[in-house]
């Protein structure tokens, strides 16, 4: 029994890797989003991760989620933009979600990736154009939190949020667990304001630079998140791991003040629902955009058993 186990435990490993593979391949990503009967098959799988690809999806369901007492964090989904015509016009679409937020009274949160602002054409355009949104966000009471990339951006991303925190304490950072550093790089972030995102991590990492899915990975979040804790730091606990959530439970972590506990939209909604009805603060990460290939091989390499729904959907969707 116990070889059988572990058998499938090194499949389940190199499906992950499989699907991370894939997820990085511009021209699997490419294919998709140019062949029509192609995207539109994968798009009924994606349907249940996605809010959908306009803003007005994203919205109306933020605001079904917020009258039913959840918290939300919704992003224009996306990555690694171009050109700096294409950076400028994902930095007003953020403009347009906060506007959007602020006529329906939503003080919620609004998330994005950096590299979609410019970060992978030039840091500076990046700083820029997270300023300004940060800037707006601030007039009407929303929360920025910064996405966390590959490893190779954490320090561009890390700098950028030092530098726009100081005057800007509405905009939160994430923290990849999985990392080795990121031990390190949370003592430096508690003295920053902003509130800090704690995830496992969804890259495919070398495995010098970032645990693998281990108990170590778990003792690892758990360590994070005390220290933030103990700090009296604001935090969103972004797990969906249910030895996780129960460790801290039994830690009465989530009673703390300035704890919340986030999930991504379409995982395991039972388990956020049950938290949220023992009145722990819950909030729900949605997106929206025609930009999912990535995201979605996240969501399956995270748990493979995910790619069975993924499929499910597919073939029962009309």
Same mark, same amino acid.
């Given at each position: 029994?116990?070889?059988?186990?572990?058998?499938?435990?090194?499949?389940?490993?190199?499906?992950?890797?499989?699907?991370?593979?894939?997820?990085?391949?511009?021209?699997?990503?490419?294919?998709?989003?140019?062949?029509?009967?192609?995207?539109?098959?994968?798009?009924?799988?994606?349907?249940?991760?996605?809010?959908?690809?306009?803003?007005?999806?994203?919205?109306?369901?933020?605001?079904?989620?917020?009258g039913e007492g959840y918290r939300v964090s919704l992003? *224009?989904?996306?990555?690694?933009?171009?050109?700096?015509?294409? =950076?400028?016009?994902?930095? #007003?679409?953020? %403009? !347009? &979600?906060? /506007?959007?937020?602020?006529?329906?009274?939503?003080?919620?949160?609004?998330?994005?990736?950096?590299?979609?602002?410019?970060?992978?054409?030039?840091?500076?355009?990046?700083?820029?154009?997270?300023?300004?949104?940060?800037?707006?966000?601030?007039?009407?009471?929303?929360?920025?939190?910064?996405?966390?990339?590959?490893?190779?951006?954490?320090?561009?991303?890390?700098?950028?949020?030092?530098?726009?925190?100081?005057?800007?304490?509405?905009?939160?950072?994430?923290?990849?667990?999985?990392?080795?550093?990121?031990?390190?790089?949370?003592?430096?972030?508690?003295?920053?304001?902003?509130?800090?995102?704690?995830?496992?991590?969804? *890259?495919?990492?070398?495995?010098?630079?970032?645990?693998?899915? =281990?108990?170590?990975?778990? #003792?690892?979040? %758990? !360590? &994070?998140? /005390?220290?933030?804790?103990?700090?009296?730091?604001?935090?969103?606990?972004?797990?969906?791991?249910?030895?996780?959530?129960?460790?801290?439970?039994?830690?009465?972590?989530?009673?703390?003040?300035?704890?919340?506990?986030?999930?991504?939209?379409?995982?395991?909604?039972?388990?956020?629902?049950?938290?949220?009805?023992?009145?722990?603060?819950?909030?729900?990460?949605?997106?929206?955009?025609?930009?999912?290939?990535?995201?979605?091989?996240?969501?399956?390499?995270?748990?493979?058993?995910?790619?069975?729904?993924?499929?499910?959907?597919?073939?029962?969707?009309?």
């Amino acid at each position: 029994m116990k070889k059988e186990l572990n058998r499938l435990k090194t499949l389940e490993l190199e499906v992950q890797k499989a699907i991370k593979q894939v997820a990085r391949n511009k021209d699997v990503k490419s294919y998709i989003q140019e062949t029509e009967h192609v995207y539109s098959l994968l798009r009924k799988g994606a349907c249940r991760y996605i809010t959908g690809e306009k803003r007005d999806d994203g919205i109306g369901i933020a605001q079904k989620l917020v009258g039913e007492g959840y918290r939300v964090s919704l992003e *224009y989904i996306g990555e690694n933009t171009m050109t700096v015509e294409e =950076s400028v016009k994902v930095k #007003e679409e953020f %403009l !347009h &979600i906060i /506007e959007d937020f602020s006529r329906h009274s939503m003080q919620q949160t609004v998330s994005l990736d950096l590299s979609h602002i410019g970060l992978t054409i030039d840091p500076k355009i990046a700083k820029k154009n997270i300023i300004e949104i940060a800037e707006k966000a601030s007039l009407h009471n929303i929360t920025i939190m910064i996405s966390m990339e590959e490893s190779a951006k954490t320090d561009a991303i890390l700098s950028i949020y030092k530098h726009v925190s100081k005057n800007f304490s509405n905009v939160g950072i994430t923290i990849q667990a999985h990392l080795y550093r990121s031990r390190e790089d949370i003592k430096e972030l508690l003295t920053y304001p902003g509130k800090i995102r704690v995830v496992k991590g969804a *890259y495919k990492e070398p495995t010098d630079i970032a645990m693998p899915r =281990s108990n170590e990975l778990t #003792e690892n979040y %758990l !360590h &994070i998140v /005390e220290l933030l804790i103990e700090a009296d730091h604001p935090v969103s606990i972004a797990t969906y791991d249910k030895n996780i959530l129960d460790e801290l439970e039994q830690r009465n972590f989530f009673q703390h003040p300035n704890v919340e506990i986030e999930m991504l939209y379409g995982i395991q909604p039972n388990l956020l629902n049950e938290l949220k009805n023992k009145g722990y603060p819950c909030k729900i990460y949605l997106t929206y955009g025609n930009d999912w290939f990535l995201y979605i091989c996240h969501r399956i390499a995270e748990h493979p058993e995910n790619l069975y729904q993924f499929i499910t959907d597919i073939v029962s969707s009309k």
